[in-house]
């Protein structure tokens, strides 16, 4: 599955509050490969592998969590993400199917 996705980093690896100044708002091309949500600069290119920069925006969501992010209400569409190693980010997608969608593909990895 494939995307743009907006997102937002609320809590970094150790599960910590992410600090202020890497808070904000970032758009993406977001790619669900296996158990990896690649979140590309770039759009997607299904014959292109991801670049350097792009794998460090890269996620592993096996044994991941996400569901709507029923407690964030100034932006519509947002999904709440907590990975296994309790980072948690918030993606915001293009419209309610979609926020769906990308929440059932995630869970089902
Ligand atoms: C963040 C940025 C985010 C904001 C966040 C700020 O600043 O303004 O848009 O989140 O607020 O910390 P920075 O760019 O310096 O990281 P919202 O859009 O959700 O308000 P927060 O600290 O309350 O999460």
């Known amino acids: 599955k494939h995307g743009v996705l907006t997102r937002k980093s609320h809590a970094d690896m150790d599960g910590k509050r992410t600090p202020r100044g890497r808070r904000s708002w970032k758009k993406f091309y977001a790619v669900l490969k296996g158990t990896i949500l690649y979140l590309q600069k770039n759009e997607y290119r299904p014959e292109e592998d991801p670049s350097e920069g792009d794998l460090k925006n ?52």
């Open 58 to 109: 890269a996620v592993r969501v096996n044994h991941a969590l996400a569901t709507r992010a029923n407690d964030y209400s100034k932006r519509p569409n947002v999904l709440k993400l907590k990975t296994s190693d309790w980072r948690v980010y918030l993606l915001q997608a293009s419209n309610e199917e979609e926020m769906m969608s990308w929440i059932l593909r995630i869970n089902l990895v």
